[in-house]
């Protein structure tokens, strides 16, 4: 038997086959999956790209899974860990429009109908949960919630203290130069004026959400040296804000992010140490990444022209197809098992021939909210397996998400 029959041989042995996508199916199929998650607090689950509808359902599932047969307490999204605080008031059972606070969070990428039917499941699976799960924002992005409730907290207390911050309400990385790093130092005062005044418990959080905008909105996005960069601080802050959730003994937790963000390694060539590597290094085997990849389809993205793109430009779709390449991940996965799986990386015995491919430079596919115009479908992330991820979930072919 050649080694790649070995490799593949191994991957339809330990795909674990879904009984579709479609959430409300039930959790029995992803049963097997609980010797694997056997002492995890923290699980990433990551995907390829951030406009594809299939991805959405694979996780939602996940999720179902997760809460309802694990006792996870919490979902973790890539989202403004500000405006996040409408959507949980929603799922706990509040009053708020949810498609009005999913675009709240300031992220095309979750104001869609797959979003909106999570945020649903969460708000009535909370109606008669012993412990309801929780909707949190970890990115210190769009901070503008957290301004307006300081400024109601502080009222007269702290004149002028909030205003040098003004300008975080309307910054977006990546679009126009850094402010003045005086911005970072600014909204420090508020933190520590914060510390000897009496104010309600939520208003420490909002001082370090600002605080942490403050930071990345003063970082350059390239920088010769790749510690004063704005991915650098970003994935830190994500993790960092995982752990507070994690300050509960009791908490679990599932945080949705791109598989950039949850995988154990460094993205954007390696310079940046992922969010899921800083969880790795924190809590060792307590945590697992859970790469989402996908053979062929459709994804929403913005585009990208002459290097850069217009925020104020809707979203298109884009297509890929299948590429055979033996070096490319998804490629050997579409061949474990016609339809979608999960596979273990972690756990089992393991042929040598299986050893030797998990640890070779191997490349999948990778896109964010931008995509290039002509060259995407070259697009590809290099990877390791058994350094980068602890699970891979595989969806044949996808679909556009669908805008709300």
Do not use: C
Request: charged share 25%; no cysteine; glycine share 8%.
């Amino acid at each position: 038997m050649t080694t790649e029959d070995e490799v593949a041989e191994w991957l339809k042995a330990r795909a674990i086959p879904l009984n579709g996508l479609e959430p409300g199916a039930g959790t029995a199929d992803l049963a097997p999956l609980r010797v694997a998650l056997d002492g995890v607090r923290v699980v990433g689950l990551g995907e390829a790209t951030h406009g594809s509808r299939e991805f959405f359902l694979i996780r939602h599932r996940l999720l179902e899974f997760l809460v309802e047969e694990l006792g996870f307490t919490t979902l973790a999204v890539e989202a403004s860990a500000s405006a996040s605080r409408a959507v949980d008031d929603y799922v706990q059972g509040g009053s708020g429009d949810p498609v009005e606070a999913l675009a709240g969070l300031g992220f095309w990428t979750l104001h869609t109908a797959e979003m909106l039917a999570v945020v649903e499941w969460l708000r009535d699976h909370n109606r008669t949960a012993a412990r309801k799960v929780r909707f949190v924002g970890i990115d210190p992005q769009h901070p503008a919630a957290s301004l307006h409730a300081l400024r109601t907290h502080l009222g007269d207390d702290a004149p002028g203290l909030l205003d040098p911050l003004a300008p975080l309400a309307g910054k977006r990385l990546g679009v126009g130069p850094p402010l003045d790093r005086r911005i970072e130092a600014d909204a420090r005062r508020v933190e520590d004026f914060l510390t000897g005044v009496s104010t309600p418990d939520e208003a420490p959080a909002h001082a370090r959400i600002v605080r942490q905008s403050a930071d990345l909105a003063s970082r350059p996005l390239r920088h010769p040296d790749p510690a004063q960069t704005v991915s650098v601080a970003r994935d830190r802050y994500l993790a960092d804000n995982v752990d507070l959730l994690l300050a509960d003994p009791d908490a679990r937790v599932a945080v949705w992010a791109h598989n950039g963000h949850i995988m154990k390694g460094g993205h954007s060539g390696g310079s940046v140490t992922a969010m899921g590597r800083h969880l790795r290094q924190r809590h060792g085997e307590a945590y697992y990444a859970l790469g989402v990849l996908f053979g062929a389809g459709r994804f929403r993205a913005r585009r990208r022209r002459f290097g850069k793109a217009d925020p104020a430009t809707p979203p298109v779709t884009f297509r890929v197809p299948l590429v055979r390449r033996p070096t490319i991940v998804e490629a050997r996965l579409a061949t474990a098992h016609p339809g979608e799986h999960v596979i273990d990386l972690r756990s089992g015995p393991r042929p040598e021939a299986v050893t030797r491919w998990l640890g070779e430079p191997l490349h999948m596919r990778s896109y964010g909210a931008v995509a290039r115009r002509f060259t995407y479908k070259l697009n590809h992330m290099p990877t390791v397996l058994a350094e980068h991820f602890d699970g891979i979930a595989f969806v044949p072919e996808t679909t556009a998400s669908t805008p709300l």
